[in-house]
Structures are given as C-alpha cells and as structure tokens.
C-alpha cells in the first residue's frame, strides 16, 4: 500500500517558469490537501479537495491552481514561479469525515521546490 | 486563526517527561497532533474530539478541553526517539470544516541521552 506519493521530491525552478507538483493516493480517501512549510514554521494550507471536481482555496492559494478529475490524484499547478514560493510542499489525504475533522490526514514525503 | 503552542522548544534528557500546550482562540471540534522528524513528513499521533476526553498511545497522552480551547501533549519517560517537531491542528466548532485543520507553529523537542 503506498500511501500518498508525491513526485518530483525536489525541483529548482527558474523564476517566471511554471510547473505541476502531482500528488496520488491509493486509499480511495475522499479528501485532499495541498500544504506549504516554510523553513522552522508549520503547515499553511494552500488548497483542498472534498470530491472529484469540488476544489476550494486555503489559507494561501495566491500563485497557485489545482484541479481534481479522479479520485486518485489532486496536482498543483504554480504558474508564474515566483521566490516567495521557495518551500516544501505536502500533499495529504483523508478518510471523508462530514462536516467535522475527525479523520486523520496521511502525508505524502513532500516536494521541495527552489525558486531562483 | 493559527493556534498558539507552548512552549517553542523544549530540551529534556532521557526518561524527563514533557508537555506541549496549544490553545486556541475560536470554538474547536477537534485537536489533532502530529510529529515531524527533519526533511520527513509529519506523522500523525492522535485525534481528541470535542468531549472532553483524554487519549492515550504507548507513553504518549493527550487532553482537550473544548471548554477553554486548548489542547496539551503528554510525553512521559521521554526517548530519544520522541526528537522532533509536534504540531497541533485545529478544526473549529460550527462550521463546515470539511477535514480542514490550522496547525500551530511548532514545538521542537529534543531529548538528549
């Protein structure tokens, strides 16, 4: 069972370039979640999924796009790389859980992307 | 709103116990912690829904009281591998939440032998 897969797990991108970090689980979880660590803080969330074709922003989506057509796989689209945006990135699913938080998120290893 | 955990850091020696607050400002659903060890993903360690109710995992607690919106971490007879970043998350109470949690800052917890 591999759990939540991330690829690339690194990347430097040159800035103004665009890239898609992909993210897959095979849990068949419901919920999706994109996330930002910046060096020593915790996680912000950038965008979420509840359902194939039902995306919704986070906490910082600015600069940042997703889309969600199966189950399986929620990418995240940068479009204009910008330095700011230099940061892991994680990608974590969970069970469906209502309207309340009572399932766990499962994290994938993390890509970690570098904007010069 | 971002929780606020206490303390930032924390630097025990084999066997000291530990507890890592993290309080909130609005109403909460449910509290969830997770350990991150450098460069891996967070871990996740255990969920307390609104209830009040205390949960345990091996030598490691936890309490909630929605009461006064906060959370706190009991690590007893602390090892080595217990080194790493706890993070809380936060769901709110009254309101569609959908799974989506407000972690904390972090606090950084390192055990010496």
């Known amino acids: 069972n591999a759990g939540v897969t991330q690829t690339p797990k690194f990347r430097i991108l040159k800035i103004g370039q665009s890239m898609t970090l992909q993210c897959t689980q095979d849990?068949?979880?419901?919920?999706m979640y994109w996330y930002r660590q910046d060096p020593g803080m915790g996680l912000k969330l950038i965008y979420y999924?509840?359902?194939?074709?039902?995306?919704d922003k986070g906490e910082v989506p600015n600069g940042y796009n997703v889309s969600r057509s199966t189950t399986e796989d929620f990418p995240l689209r940068l479009e204009l790389a910008a330095p700011s945006q230099t940061s892991v990135y994680f990608c974590?699913?969970?069970?469906?859980?209502?309207?309340?938080?009572?399932?766990?998120?499962?994290f994938g290893d993390g890509t970690r992307l570098s904007i010069l | 709103q971002q929780p606020v955990q206490s303390p930032q850091a924390v630097i025990l020696r084999e066997g000291e116990d530990a507890v890592i607050n993290c309080s909130s400002s609005?109403?909460?659903?449910?509290v969830h912690w997770y350990r991150q060890k450098h460069g891996e993903a967070p871990v996740f360690l255990m969920i307390?829904?609104?209830?009040?109710e205390q949960k345990g995992h091996d030598k490691i607690s936890a309490s909630f009281n929605e009461k006064k919106q906060q959370s706190s971490l009991y690590l007893t007879a602390s090892q080595l591998s217990y080194s790493g970043t706890y993070f809380c998350?936060?769901?709110?109470?009254?309101?569609?939440?959908?799974?989506?949690?407000?972690f904390g800052q972090g606090t950084i917890l390192t055990v010496h032998p």
């Open positions: 974590a699913s969970s069970p469906r859980a209502g309207v309340y938080s009572n399932q766990p998120q499962h």
């Open positions: 849990m068949n979880h419901n919920y």
């Open positions: 307390l829904l609104k209830g009040g």
């Open positions: 999924s509840v359902g194939a074709g039902i995306t």
């Open positions: 998350g936060t769901a709110s109470a009254g309101g569609t939440s959908y799974g989506k949690l407000t």
């Open positions: 609005k109403a909460l659903y449910s």
